[in-house]
């Protein structure tokens, strides 16, 4: 069931309808119901994956708390890290790393007849699964105690608002929230619904109709026109954060409609100035998952400058491979290592800019960097959406020597449809952020709720596209 279907409208407003009535336990029972329900829409036959992780980490948590000798806390947290990660491996890498090594093994001579299998990638197996190893990770570092429930794990493991794409929400947030009573309000339910329709019309509006923008361009051929790929690469930019923001605003705003507190994950990342500030924007949850479970045991950047550039690299890198087997997802995330190591190694050169003291000088020096950083970005967001990295050269050579501004009228229509579908995003998030504020529409004036409300439900029925499209990160 898709977030932005009729089916689910019918299948939330039947359970939540009963959910209200209920007392907390028998919410969690129908809550537990509902997400299996929900996932099996997909495939029934994954439900045995997840419970294999369920049952492995509550199991593991559970000895890893009760175990006083070390060796056999770590004996268990290792077997929580094996199994998740071979059932993570299995599913999304084993045909990209046995292609990948039939290939360089052809290289010193050695011909094998690798066996390549035709393998269903289960939807929300990366973010399930990373979930539920921060489980026992916590546990074992003695964050939290394990569950005392295995149905409240069970629950904040199949939790369907954040289950196909996160966020991915951590144990010790979520848990405590699903074995104590939660408050149901009217305050909540309110911005629940804001937040579910704020993300239907990211995704109905703005998201899915730039796709139909960007996706001709990129599953095309060479030759290609330097400005179709340009327009396509700011489709794609726009595109990729409306439908993702859009899941995680529906998943939050579903949460808080049931008395939970979700964690943000979308914080106007393109008003980032850097790729630190970047990343404390864009997939919060993913980034300080990868920040507090791989970054700071690799030693973060307590051991000098060259292991802290190693140890960017490398997390950036793996936080690529989380994305997808391909070389177009490792090369984005080795990209955005070296932009977070060169802008620590720039650091104090930019702290030297007396300029900006001035108000005016201070004002376009840092729009200019946004404007700056907005296309860095970009061009990370060419090299994850490429097909290969061969077309990847192709289009960056399109765009640096096949661009010509004499545009013509079929372009410069995509174009004008590219400013009509971001521009009401555009506009909001100004204002958001101008005030700091993700919901400062729940806060004006009633008839300037009204209006915003009726724009947007306009537009949504006129220029919406119909049919409940996937949401790109299903497929990570």
């Known amino acids: 069931m898709l977030f932005n279907s009729l089916q689910f409208a019918g299948f939330f407003i039947i359970f939540y309808f009963l959910y209200f009535r209920l007392k907390h336990k028998l919410q969690n029972i129908m809550l537990l119901l509902a997400s299996c329900i929900f996932y099996a829409a997909w495939d029934w036959r994954f439900l045995l994956l997840i419970f294999t992780t369920i049952i492995t980490d509550y199991f593991c948590g559970t000895k890893i708390y009760s175990s006083a000798a070390e060796k056999a806390r770590k004996r268990y947290l290792l077997l929580s890290i094996f199994i998740n990660l071979s059932i993570l491996g299995f599913f999304k890498y084993y045909n990209f790393f046995t292609h990948n090594l039939e290939i360089l093994l052809s290289h010193f001579g050695i011909v094998i007849h690798s066996r390549l299998i035709h393998i269903i990638l289960p939807v929300g197996i990366s973010f399930y699964i990373f979930k539920s190893l921060s489980y026992t990770i916590d546990v074992y570092r003695k964050e939290m105690q394990p569950a005392k429930n295995f149905l409240d794990y069970a629950l904040f493991v199949l939790y369907f608002p954040q289950l196909l794409a996160g966020p991915v929400s951590r144990a010790k947030d979520l848990l405590p929230q699903i074995s104590k009573e939660r408050n149901l309000s009217l305050h909540k339910f309110y911005e629940g619904c804001y937040l579910i329709f704020w993300g239907i019309f990211l995704k109905v509006f703005v998201a899915d109709n730039l796709a139909m923008i960007a996706d001709p361009v990129f599953s095309s051929a060479a030759p290609y026109n330097g400005a179709a790929v340009l327009i396509s690469i700011y489709a ?127 004002k376009i020096w840092f729009w200019l960097k946004i404007i700056f950083f907005f296309h860095l970005v970009c061009l990370g967001w060419l090299i994850f959406k490429a097909g290969s990295l061969m077309q990847v050269q192709q289009m960056l050579k399109a765009v640096i020597c096949n661009f010509r501004f004499a545009w013509p009228d079929t372009l410069q229509i995509t174009a004008l449809k590219l400013l009509f579908f971001i521009g009401p995003l555009l506009i909001i998030q100004l204002i958001q952020y101008r005030k700091s504020d993700l919901l400062f529409i729940l806060k004006v004036p009633p008839l300037s709720r009204a209006i915003f409300y009726y724009v947007c439900f306009y537009l949504l029925v006129l220029f919406g596209v119909n049919g409940g499209k996937e949401f790109i990160y299903f497929q990570f």
């Not at 008003?271 to 980034?287: A, Q, Y």
């Open 236 to 362: 794609f930019a726009f595109q990729i954060y409306c439908d993702f923001a859009g899941y995680s605003h529906i998943a939050n705003g579903l949460s808080r409609c049931m008395g939970f507190e979700a964690v943000l994950n979308f914080n106007l990342p393109y008003f980032s100035t850097n790729p630190k500030e970047f990343w404390h924007r864009w997939h919060i949850s993913l980034s300080t998952w990868l920040r507090d479970y791989l970054y700071i045991p690799l030693g973060g950047n307590r051991k000098g400058a060259l292991p802290t550039y190693r140890n960017l690299l490398l997390t950036m890198f793996l936080g690529g491979l989380w994305h997808g087997a391909a070389w177009t997802f490792i090369l984005w995330g080795v990209y955005h290592g070296i932009l977070l190591i060169i802008h620590r190694m720039l650091r104090p050169l930019f702290a030297r800019i007396s300029f900006v003291q001035n108000s005016t000088a201070g």
